[in-house]
C-alpha cells in the first residue's frame, strides 16, 4: 500500500508584492535594452527616443520605489531584507555542488523568512552598491545641462559618469541573470514562478528534507 504524501501550501508573496516584482523586473529589463542602445551597442528605437524612454522607465521606477518603501515600512516586510551570516557556509556549499548531487535545501521559507541569507546579501548589495552607482551617475547624466550653472563641470567630466552609469548597468544585468537562473531551482523549474504569479508557493511532501527556496 502506498504511502500518502501531503503537499503543503504557503501563501508567501502578497498581492503588492507581486505587482511591485513584475513592474520593476519590466521597467528594469526596458531600462537595460534603450540604455545599451544609447551606449550604441546596438540599434532599434533610434537615439533620440532611445534617451527619452529610458527617462521616463527611470522616472516611472523612482515612483514605483516610493510607494515601495512606504509599502515595506508600513508592513513591516523590510525586515525580510535584515542580512544575516547564520547558514551563509551552507547556501554557498548548496549552491556550489549540493544542487547538482539532490541534496537537501538547507532554509526553509517561511511567510515572515522568505529570503534565504544569501539572497538578504546581495539584496544588500543591490541596493549599497549597484543601485547607488545606477541612480547617482544616472541623475548627474540627467541633470548635465544645469553642471555649469552650478560648477559641477570643473571638476567632474561626462565621460567618467558614462563610464560609471554602464558599469552600474552591467552589475544590473549581472544580477538580472543569476536572479533569472535561481528562480529555476525550485522542486520545479517554474515552481518559484508560479508563486510569484499567484502568491502561493507548493513545498514538498510532508517529512522530505528538501523544502524548495532560492
Same mark, same amino acid.
Given at each position: 500500500? #502506498?504511502?500518502?504524501?501531503?503537499?503543503?501550501?504557503?501563501? @508567501?508573496?502578497?498581492?503588492?508584492?507581486?505587482?511591485?516584482?513584475? #513592474?520593476?523586473?519590466?521597467?528594469?529589463? $526596458?531600462?537595460?535594452?534603450?540604455?545599451?542602445?544609447?551606449?550604441?551597442?546596438?540599434? +532599434?528605437?533610434?537615439?533620440?527616443? =532611445?534617451?527619452?524612454?529610458?527617462?521616463?522607465?527611470?522616472?516611472?521606477?523612482?515612483? %514605483?520605489?516610493?510607494? *515601495?518603501?512606504?509599502?515595506?515600512?508600513?508592513?513591516?516586510?523590510?525586515?525580510?531584507?535584515? &542580512?544575516?551570516?547564520?547558514?551563509?557556509? =551552507?547556501?554557498?556549499?548548496?549552491?556550489?555542488?549540493?544542487?547538482?548531487?539532490?541534496? &537537501?535545501? &538547507?532554509?526553509?521559507?517561511?511567510?515572515?523568512?522568505?529570503? +534565504? &541569507?544569501?539572497?538578504?546579501?546581495? !539584496?544588500?548589495?543591490?541596493?549599497?552598491?549597484? #543601485?547607488? @552607482?545606477?541612480?547617482?551617475?544616472?541623475?548627474?547624466?540627467? $541633470?548635465?545641462?544645469?553642471?555649469?550653472?552650478?560648477?559641477?563641470?570643473?571638476?567632474?567630466?561626462?565621460?567618467?559618469?558614462?563610464?560609471?552609469? *554602464?558599469?552600474?548597468?552591467?552589475?544590473?544585468?549581472?544580477?538580472?541573470? @543569476?536572479?533569472? !537562473? %535561481?528562480?529555476?531551482?525550485?522542486?520545479?523549474?517554474?515552481?518559484?514562478?508560479?508563486?510569484?504569479?499567484?502568491?502561493?508557493?507548493?513545498?514538498?511532501?510532508?517529512?522530505?528534507?528538501?523544502?524548495?527556496?532560492?
Amino acid at each position: 500500500m #502506498s504511502e500518502h504524501k501531503t503537499v503543503h501550501r504557503l501563501y @508567501v508573496f502578497k498581492r503588492y508584492e507581486r505587482f511591485w516584482h513584475w #513592474s520593476q523586473a519590466a521597467l528594469i529589463v $526596458f531600462m537595460m535594452l534603450t540604455g545599451f542602445e544609447i551606449s550604441g551597442a546596438y540599434g +532599434n528605437f533610434g537615439f533620440g527616443r =532611445a534617451v527619452e524612454y529610458h527617462t521616463l522607465a527611470a522616472w516611472a521606477l523612482l515612483v %514605483l520605489w516610493a510607494f *515601495t518603501i512606504f509599502w515595506q515600512f508600513t508592513t513591516g516586510e523590510w525586515r525580510q531584507y535584515i &542580512p544575516t551570516l547564520k547558514k551563509v557556509d =551552507a547556501m554557498a556549499r548548496y549552491y556550489a555542488w549540493g544542487i547538482f548531487r539532490g541534496a &537537501p535545501h &538547507p532554509y526553509h521559507k517561511t511567510a515572515l523568512k522568505k529570503h +534565504n &541569507p544569501l539572497q538578504r546579501l546581495a !539584496y544588500l548589495a543591490l541596493l549599497a552598491v549597484v #543601485s547607488p @552607482v545606477i541612480w547617482i551617475s544616472g541623475l548627474f547624466y540627467l $541633470f548635465y545641462a544645469w553642471w555649469g550653472e552650478y560648477g559641477i563641470d570643473r571638476w567632474l567630466e561626462l565621460e567618467w559618469v558614462a563610464t560609471a552609469h *554602464t558599469a552600474g548597468a552591467f552589475m544590473m544585468l549581472v544580477f538580472f541573470i @543569476v536572479h533569472v !537562473y %535561481l528562480t529555476t531551482t525550485g522542486h520545479t523549474v517554474f515552481a518559484h514562478i508560479k508563486a510569484m504569479i499567484t502568491g502561493w508557493e507548493d513545498g514538498e511532501p510532508e517529512g522530505d528534507p528538501a523544502r524548495s527556496e532560492y
